[in-house]
C-alpha cells in the first residue's frame, strides 16, 4: 500500500510559479510511474503530467506542455511539479498519482494523494 501526500500549492498571480511537491511511502516507489492530474470544481479530472519510474520519460497535456516540468527523486521518494507561467486556468487541486505505467487515464493508476490547492488570480 502506498501513501501519497502533497504539499507547496498556495495562490500566486498569473505568470508566477509554484512547485508542488508529492511524498511517497510504504511501497517501491521507483516501481512506479508517477501522475499528476488536476480538477476544478465542476469539471473531471484532468491529466497534467506523468513519469517512468525511472525518471527518463515524461508526458504533458497539451495545455501544460512548456510550461510544467514533472521530476521524480527516487531516492527521496518524491515526484515534483513545476508550474511555470501560470494561467487562472490552472486553477486547480493537484492530485498526484502511482500506477504500473505513465499513461494519461486516471482510471489506470492505484493510489492517490489528498490534493493541494493551486489557486491563479489574474
Known amino acids: 500500500q502506498v501513501q501519497l501526500v502533497e504539499s507547496g500549492g498556495g495562490l500566486v498571480q498569473a505568470g508566477g510559479s509554484l512547485r508542488v511537491s508529492c511524498a511517497a511511502s510504504g511501497g517501491t516507489f521507483s516501481s512506479y510511474a508517477m501522475g499528476w492530474f488536476r480538477q476544478s470544481p465542476g469539471k473531471e479530472r484532468e491529466f497534467v503530467a506523468a513519469v517512468s519510474r525511472s525518471g527518463g520519460t515524461a508526458y504533458y497535456a497539451d495545455s501544460v506542455k512548456g510550461r510544467f516540468t514533472i521530476s521524480r527523486d527516487n531516492a527521496k521518494n518524491a515526484v515534483y511539479l513545476q508550474l511555470d507561467s501560470l494561467k487562472p486556468e490552472d486553477t486547480a487541486v493537484y492530485y498526484c498519482?502511482?500506477?504500473?505505467?505513465?499513461?494519461?487515464?486516471?482510471?489506470?493508476?492505484?493510489?492517490w494523494g489528498q490534493g493541494t490547492q493551486v489557486t491563479v488570480s489574474s
Open positions: 498519482a502511482a500506477g504500473p505505467m505513465a499513461v494519461v487515464v486516471h482510471t489506470r493508476y492505484d493510489y
